[in-house]
């Protein structure tokens, strides 16, 4: 299909989920989400899927948790307060082994905050998916596009990790409109998975989901076996961008909503014979940690500009090495970046 | 008078359920919990529902139920049970999907998910064993301890001042519209022993019949907790418990 509809990101990402096979949407209004919960149940009949509005987001990631037990296509979507009330399920997710896909769209904050776009819950996703070793494998889309193409792609990774995938985005990617080019609608595939539960057994053998093992030998076997499917999808899904001068001065580093300010900015540096260069992380977890190591030893320094008071910065000064120095553009708690705020500030640096 | 049943010489005249493994539980000399799962497993083999059920094993001693019961299982987390039910029967609705939940885990960390199950009319049953006191984690107070119980968390006997009364989840749940069959029984003496196998038993078929949300009570025992001996137990519930939790059948779709 060569047309393109506007829509808003949180459109575009349920559509795109709709579009991927999820059959299944179990949610709490948010703002600033709620387009997501009310696309799905508006769409969700039409494809004979279930929207089922749950009482808290406690709740939302326990009903994810029982469905996709029985391997089902499901999704939750929420903002950050409500993601932290999903960190138990998450966890219990990772233990047992569970696909999923939840998408946090993140506010403001700590506590209450504000429904002003922020990106302050990167350890939320990449460290914080609940108590334990478990890997939420976390990928960061940058336009209304890439969240719909998301949407739909999520599902099969999460199924092939058996994990918990996590969209990150943020309030202003959640409600911008764009021109997407949306995906035909495909059913997903039978529920066949050798350890889903649910319906007739016919005389196969009983399962257990369960991530309760007080044998603590069984307990780090399990452990191992989730780090080896997470080295798997280091292996294969770890993602990432580049754009901008191939001799550059000095590198951006930044995701989502910041990866578009750069881009701008980097094209207005460029009247000015200012050379840059973007690396934008795709994916967060696994994160992209080569672009970096090798671009730090090319550059003057490497600049991380995102909205928070510095937490995606950590994994760039892991990746990095100490080659270059890694500065910081930040604003939080709802404040922007403009591309005006970030040229200036890279000015002053340089 | 009913015919008597002839028995064969050197058939059986008692096995252990097809609903149960033969994994050896791990319950207190005393405990009822023996009892509640052996009358769950005998009715899912009455409506041969044993092949398509998957048991929701929560958290408390009821943790490892997902051993005893000859089904698909799930471990929830604390208090989570219903919802987790509640998304497998969304996927599935030909599946038979049940919790077993403490009073801790139903009533104290677990009362919404359960309320908004109930509320949401959501076709699961719920076996609800309350017998006064957290047990996996050594005795403390729970939202159904009786008044003056001494628990490790009210050593001097619960004060209502300070912790309320006991919750009467029946009660509570018996004016929500979507419940299809409620009933609180026991499991001290053959007579109470035979009125909670039916009680389970319409409590499954409400679920077979997509009546609704069911849920028994099976005011149970804690030998261990409450410093009785199994015999002094039994007559705890008789004379104490049953005071504060009377046997009822609070909701039958079929009445």
New interface residues.
Partial sequence: MSERVLMTGNEALAEGAIAGGCR?F?GYPITPQNAIPQYMAEHMPEVGG?Y?Q???E??SI?????????G?Y?MTSSSSPGISLMQ??LS?ILG?ELPCVVVNMVRGGPGLGNISAAQSDYWLATRGAGHGDGRCLTFAPHSVQELHDWGADAFPIAQKYRAPVMILADGLLANMAEAVRLRERQEPPP?TQEWA???????RP???????WTDVEVMEAVNRRMAERFEQAAANETRWEEYGDDSPDFVFAAYGICARICKTAIDRLAEEGIRARLIRPISLLPFPARPFYEWAERVSRIVCVELSLGQFIEDVRLASACRCPVELIWHTGGVLLTPEEVMARVKEML | MAEAKQIAEGEPIYRRPAGLTETQMRYCPGCTHGTAHKLIAEVLEELELI??T?AI?TVGCS?YA?EYF????????HG?GP??????????P??IVFTYQGDGDLAAIGL??VI?AAQRGENITVAFINNAVFGMTRGQMAPTTLVGQKTTTTPLGRDPKLAGMPMMVCELLATIPGVAYLARETMIDPHTVRNARRSIKKAFQSQVDGAGFSLVELVSTCPAWWHKDPIESMAWVRDEMLKQYPLKVFVDYEA
């Avoid at chain 1, 009983?206 to 309760?212: A, D, E, G």
């Avoid at chain 2, 987790?84 to 599935?92: E, L, M, Q, Y």
């Fill in positions: 299944y179990f279930v089922l749950a009482e808290s406690l709740a326990n009903l994810v948790y029982g469905a996709a037990s029985t089902a499901v138990e399920g219990y047992s529920r539960v649910g319906g007739e057994r016919n005389g009983r399962r257990i989901i369960n991530s309760l | 092949d398509r998957v094993a943790v997902y000859n089904t698909d299982a799930v471990e929830a987390a989570r919802a987790v039910a509640t998304g497998i029967k969304r996927v599935s030909e599946t919404s998910e908004h």
